[in-house]
């Protein structure tokens, strides 16, 4: 199946679970939800200091600790407030592909699909942000709490491409640093196959990272780690061009797994450097069970 039935997608909303979005990060939303978030206020539970970073509360500042330190630092306190879930969903023709059960894309989409119901469903605003093939290349959902406007979402993965573009992770980054609001839960999911912008350009990621919870949910197929000796097969690089490779060749077998570990350890790389969760899934992934055990894994590991 290269795109997910909607009805499929639908159905996650009478799925429940009970995992929560997590976070100690500062929500600029006044609306109340079920998120804690750092605000001053009466009756409010000190939680714990940070540094500022640009875009925060500037009411929340520690004058005490800024003082001591010569750099400034905020106050955070829990609260039940609304904050923002951004579901960034990679749409490059990558993710079309699959050797096992289905495509990455459709997997891509049922994870997004999981996510933004529980995010509704725990009273947050969902938006998204799609790059790839889709118009003009990103395509940006505002950020809504009603599940009539995250339909609109799902049905966008539901329909077939009607641009062609290729549109790396760290473009898509740019464009979320301009929408996201500070304390946002970002959850990029992708195949992480094209990192060289973010190996290259760590300052955006750094800085987004400073100011929102940013979540790896990798996507990936057997396939894309090593190849079966099938004789030759040929791949579909556009509507036009065809590229043909000999499987049964051991150099390049081994070539191509090269490559594959050279990414893992790339990708690797950047989520410990940066401390980004990463959760790893597959197109033989049930996508309910194993990306709901990844996010608890998460929250466990945030309250050591």
Request: charged share 25%; hydrophobic share 35%.
């Amino acid at each position: 199946m290269l795109y997910p039935d909607f009805n499929d997608l639908i159905a996650y909303k009478a799925k429940k679970n009970a995992f929560k979005h997590s976070s100690k990060r500062c929500v600029k939303s006044s609306a109340a939800g079920n998120h804690h978030s750092p605000f001053r206020g009466r009756g409010l539970e000190f939680d714990s200091v940070r540094q500022y970073v640009p875009g925060d509360d500037i009411r929340c500042i520690d004058w005490r600790v800024t003082a001591r330190t010569g750099l400034p630092h905020l106050k955070l306190f829990r609260e039940e407030r609304e904050r923002q879930i951004l579901l960034c969903v990679d749409m490059n023709a990558t993710m079309r592909f699959g050797t096992q059960n289905t495509f990455k894309s459709v997997q891509a989409a049922h994870a997004a699909s999981f996510l933004g119901w529980r995010g509704l469903e725990q009273h947050h605003c969902v938006s998204a942000c799609l790059f790839g093939d889709v118009l003009r290349g990103v395509q940006v959902f505002p950020s809504k709490n009603t599940g009539k406007s995250f339909c609109t979402v799902l049905k966008t993965f539901t329909q077939p491409c009607r641009e062609e573009h290729s549109i790396s992770i760290y473009e898509s980054l740019q464009h979320i640093d301009r929408v996201s609001r500070t304390g946002s839960l970002i959850y990029l999911i992708s195949d992480f196959m094209d990192l060289d912008g973010i190996l290259h350009n760590n300052a955006l990621l750094s800085r987004l990272n400073k100011r929102c919870d940013v979540i790896f949910i990798a996507i990936n197929d057997r396939s894309d780690q090593s190849i079966l000796p099938v004789g030759t097969l040929g791949f579909c690089i556009d509507q036009t061009n065809k590229m043909f490779i000999n499987t049964d060749s051991i150099a390049g077998r081994e070539a191509y797994t090269h490559l594959w570990n050279q990414n893992r350890q790339q990708l690797y790389g950047i989520t410990a450097k940066f401390k980004i969760p990463l959760i790893e899934l597959t197109t033989e992934s049930d996508i309910q069970r194993d990306l709901a055990l990844g996010l608890k894994s998460i929250v466990k590991r945030m309250r050591q």
